[in-house]
């Protein structure tokens, strides 16, 4: 506990000077060093300077969450820039033709899962429900287990993939229209 007085203060100031940098919350940064120092039993491997190894971790776990959002891809490509990092409004509400094919991408996307066999509409509509429902209130629902719904879910994944790369359509010849 001691070395929680002694580092904290050290600790708050080195990770709140390194996370701008980084792209990563300085709380963030700060816990992932107290994670590491707990890796090593509580101490730090160079008791006689621990406020210099505290600084090299602080740094180095900076460097690990550069390195990081540097690989990370945002799950949402349409809401970021091309480098991830500015975010920008979304092209829905920017431009009435994106809106118009975001509405088509849906009622395509509703379609497909309506044709799905067996209980694929049934799981699929309830994993993309906006209630967000758990993995137990889905099997209540559906009246099924909860431990079979991962392996369903992955059957009806796959199918309503295949079913969907069949509908696209291939590119046409270049320079003609239909």
Do not use: F
Not at 15 to 44: I, K, N, S, Y
Not at 62 to 84: C, F, Q
Not at 97 to 124: I, K
Not at 126 to 142: K, M, Q, W
């Amino acid at each position: 506990m001691d070395l929680l007085n002694e580092l904290g203060p050290l600790l708050s100031a080195e990770a709140a000077a390194e996370a701008p940098g980084t792209g990563v919350d300085a709380a963030d940064l700060e816990q992932a060093v107290w994670v590491r120092l707990l890796e090593h039993g509580g101490h730090t491997p160079d008791p006689a300077e621990p406020a210099r190894w505290l600084r090299r971790a602080v740094r180095a776990e900076a460097r690990r969450a550069r390195r990081r959002a540097r690989r990370e891809i945002p799950y949402d490509y349409r809401h970021h820039s091309v480098d991830g990092r500015h975010p920008h409004r979304s092209p829905v509400a920017d431009e009435p033709e994106d809106a118009l094919l975001h509405g088509e991408e849906n009622r395509a996307l509703r379609s497909a899962v309506a044709r799905l066999p067996g209980r694929c509409p049934e799981l699929m509509k309830a994993l993309l429900s906006p209630r967000d429902l758990t993995y137990r209130e889905i099997a209540g629902e559906l009246g099924i287990s909860q431990g079979s719904l991962g392996p369903v879910r992955s059957r009806c994944l796959g199918c309503l993939r295949r079913m969907l790369a069949a509908e696209v359509a291939a590119p046409g010849p270049r320079g003609k229209e239909r």
